[in-house]
């Protein structure tokens, strides 16, 4: 079974600042997606960014970046010129291409913006 | 446009008893999926609709649950009887059928579930 790694359970940035979340994950599959979402206080998550695994540019959205690292399965989230309302909990996900539409979630990273 | 609405936002019951979830989806969305997080842990998935029917039912930890989405609109999840490990924070998410290869998940704001 695909298996998500978060090892920062928390996390802290400077306003302004840029700050790295870390995910792996484990497969055997080729094809795939990554997901990061976003869950503020009390509210429902949201999607940050998607990446393809077929697709070796890294995604991009505004302030929010990936690295994506295929052979080594990792898919780190970089966030620029953290703004306060970036704090919130912080998914990465995987959903096979070929195997269901189920998603894996990591444990999440609890990021704090600090002004 | 209306996002995923869930249904209690907060529940507390007694072990035993008998608590049903329900969920809304998006307009539309064919696919509706519900995920339980245990605090601390993991997001997990339980199961996946395609209108009414059951695509997928692996993730269900046992009999005590059961699903429903009538006439392919809202769904509901039923915990009877509840048990102490039952506790967290229940998602659901739903998803068009559409010809994108990828498609995202809309979350609910979850229902947070706390077993005594």
């Known amino acids: 079974a695909q298996t998500v790694t978060q090892s920062q359970p928390e996390m802290s940035v400077q306003e302004a600042e840029t700050v790295t979340l870390s995910c792996t994950y484990d497969?055997?599959?080729?094809?795939?997606?990554l997901f990061w979402y976003k869950q503020p206080p009390s509210r429902q998550m949201i999607l940050v960014i998607r990446?393809?695994?077929?697709?070796?540019q890294n995604a991009t959205e505004n302030r929010f970046s990936v690295n994506f690292q295929k052979a080594a399965k990792s898919f780190s989230l970089k966030i620029s010129d953290s703004q306060l309302g970036d704090a919130a909990m912080y998914f990465c996900?995987?959903?096979?291409?070929?195997?269901?539409?189920?998603?894996?979630f990591g444990t999440g990273t609890s990021l704090t913006v600090i002004p | 446009e209306a996002g995923v609405t869930q249904f209690p936002s907060h529940s507390v019951i007694e072990k035993g008893q008998t608590v049903t979830l329900r969920c809304d989806p998006i307009?539309?969305?064919?696919?509706l999926y519900w995920y339980r997080r245990v605090m601390g842990k993991e997001i997990k998935f339980l199961l996946h609709?395609?209108?009414?029917?059951?695509?997928?039912e692996s993730g269900m930890p046992n009999n005590r649950f059961l699903a429903e989405r009538t006439g392919g609109t809202y769904s509901t999840l039923k915990v009877q009887p509840a048990e102490l490990e039952d506790s967290g924070v229940y998602f659901c998410?739903?998803?068009?059928?559409?010809?994108?290869?990828?498609?995202?998940?809309?979350f609910g704001p979850g229902t947070r579930l706390t077993v005594l």
């Open positions: 998410a739903t998803s068009t059928s559409g010809r994108a290869r990828v498609t995202e998940q809309f």
């Open positions: 497969t055997s599959e080729s094809d795939y997606y």
């Open positions: 990446q393809e695994a077929y697709k070796q």
């Open positions: 996900a995987y959903r096979s291409a070929n195997t269901g539409n189920q998603f894996y």
């Open positions: 307009s539309g969305h064919d696919n």
């Open positions: 609709f395609v209108k009414e029917s059951k695509q997928d």
